[in-house]
């Protein structure tokens, strides 16, 4: 009886003392750190332990957070150009992500993380490899994915069948729903290339798992469970989705659309200078920022002038974030190497965003309900820009060829046009209408995974199925072998009849 009451009180305080969740920002990109921190955020506030491995480590980390150093991955990216058609593809993206995966793993700080500690789950960001299952597997804990995409092809088949193929286009093929033949026609292609191409990597997938993570899973004690079933034993995927933007899909109940979880609530103030000036432009303002894409270095004198001379021709306020000054400033624009984006979209003067159109912008456009002019450079820009652009949101320039030119004619049209606003403003009602806030959701799945060992009732069925029992062949299959028997056992009646009546005729 006396154990029973201190087994009770030690599951009492064990799970009042909240959890221990490790997560993985592995990707050299600020953007991505955001994003991971919009899911660490919420974990703190509801009382939990996150132990966060990252390539930008804070000095003096909040409560409860224990940050480890991974900044040495940032080498990684020191030979990889974005931007420089010729020198990245595909290709060298999933090489690069395989890289840095690996490296991820053998870095000191990391396995002393991995070895030492036990998490109650681990949380990863999706980024072109397959190679973190490893974590949760030297754990056993529940895998929770991040995917800073929408759900595509890659992300869609850990999960689930793909559903999608018929009906949706992938994030790379850029197209109107309901798509044409031809584009039905694309869209297969790409799936058949995905499919090929793990095919093809499996193995050495495989072999990279079992060499990173075999020595770990033996300092730790456990047997390292095949890749086979480890790659896609995701228990939670947190998509950064959601149907006012991206299309309505079929999902498994443990995929869940959280876009515009990485944005605080709390919009802080704007600083005094700049809410002065935003205050006092009720024509309007245009907030240009291309993120850290667009250097002073890469936009010639030509370029430079041309943009200052569009801008003196509007009758609004222009805030462009740029990291140098400018000589001759018209004296209707104003720059700052640092722009409080979210604060600056909130401001109800905001008329049009100018941007790259890179994910995170396209979403906080979306949140705060301010039309685009999108200058996509590279990634997965071109393809947001389309869908906006398709969406009614936005309007497109082209950043290589004719800037200047495209840019002037597609800012008269967004600011002389209403329905551009009106379309932001009804999308961004959609955006915003949630019956559960973001942060919410997100501690409410990752206790779920804990709780329940992996939530198995979420999981979707398809992963029990063959492929060919999934695409119902096997039943074709026995549908066709009857129809056959049945011509088959016809034909024989018959010719056994006539053959009968041709004797008797002959007989007669
Ligand atoms: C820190 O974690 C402990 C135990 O998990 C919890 O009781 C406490 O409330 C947390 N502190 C803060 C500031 O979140
Ligand atoms: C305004 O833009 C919308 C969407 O592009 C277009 O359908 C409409 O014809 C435009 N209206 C005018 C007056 O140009
Ligand atoms: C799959 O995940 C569950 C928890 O979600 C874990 O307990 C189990 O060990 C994992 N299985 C393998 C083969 O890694």
Not at 145 to 152: D, I, T, Y
Request: contains cysteine.
């Amino acid at each position: 009886m006396m154990t029973m009451k201190v087994l009770l009180l030690m599951f009492l305080v064990s799970s009042a003392a909240g959890y221990h969740i490790l997560c993985l920002h592995t990707t050299p990109s600020s953007s991505h750190y955001q994003l991971m921190r919009g899911i660490v955020n919420p974990l703190l506030e509801a009382g939990h332990q996150v132990t966060l491995i990252t390539l930008f480590p804070e000095k003096k980390p909040a409560t409860n957070l224990t940050i480890v150093d991974a900044s040495h991955l940032i080498e990684y990216s020191k030979d990889i150009d974005v931007m420089d058609p010729d020198k990245f593809d595909i290709g060298v993206l999933k090489t690069f992500a395989r890289n840095l995966a690996i490296g991820g793993v053998e870095s000191a700080a990391v396995r002393e993380a991995i070895v030492n500690h036990q998490y109650d789950a681990v949380v990863t960001e999706w980024f072109f490899s397959d190679l973190h299952a490893g974590f949760a597997a030297v754990q056993q804990a529940p895998w929770i994915m991040l995917s800073g995409a929408v759900l595509h092809l890659s992300t869609e088949r850990l999960m689930d069948s793909v559903r999608s193929l018929s009906t949706i286009p992938d994030m790379f093929n850029i197209a109107p729903i309901p798509m044409n033949f031809w584009q039905r026609i694309a869209n297969s292609i790409m799936y058949l290339v995905v499919t090929v191409d793990n095919w093809i990597n499996f193995p050495s997938a495989k072999s990279d798992y079992e060499s990173t993570f075999g020595p770990l899973a033996a300092r730790r004690g456990v047997p390292l469970a095949p890749f086979e079933e480890v790659y896609n034993n995701i228990s939670i995927m947190f998509v950064n989705s959601h149907p006012s933007y991206a299309p309505a899909r079929s999902q498994p109940p443990n995929v869940i659309d959280i876009a515009g979880f990485h944005i605080d609530d709390n919009t802080p103030a704007l600083p005094k200078d700049i809410q002065a000036i935003m205050d006092s432009s009720p024509q309007g303002v245009i907030y240009f920022s291309m993120g850290s894409i667009m250097k002073s270095t890469m936009l010639t004198e030509e370029r430079k002038r041309g943009l200052l001379q569009i801008f003196a021709e509007l009758p609004y306020t222009v805030l462009w974030k740029f990291e140098t000054e400018l000589d001759g400033l018209p004296k209707n624009v104003y720059i700052r190497p640092w722009m409080p984006q979210n604060s600056i979209l909130a401001h109800p003067n905001t008329k049009v965003f100018i941007t790259h159109g890179g994910l995170l912008s396209t979403i906080e456009a979306l949140k705060y309900g301010v039309p685009m002019l999108i200058i996509p450079v590279y990634g997965d820009q071109p393809g947001n820009a389309r869908r906006s652009v398709m969406s009614g949101l936005a309007l497109e320039a082209n950043f290589y060829e004719n800037l200047v030119a495209e840019m002037r004619v597609a800012l008269k049209e967004l600011l002389a046009n209403e329905s551009y606003y009106k379309t932001a403003k009804s999308t961004s009602a959609l955006f915003n209408e949630r019956p559960v806030h973001t942060s919410k959701l997100i501690t409410h799945y990752v206790e779920l995974a804990i709780k329940t060992k992996g939530a198995y009732h979420l999981r979707s069925k398809t992963k029990l199925y063959a492929w060919y029992e999934l695409m119902m062949l096997d039943q074709l299959f026995l549908v066709l072998a009857i129809l056959y028997l049945l011509k088959y056992t016809a034909q024989r009646i018959i010719r056994l009849f006539s053959s009968k009546s041709s004797r008797t005729k002959k007989n007669q």
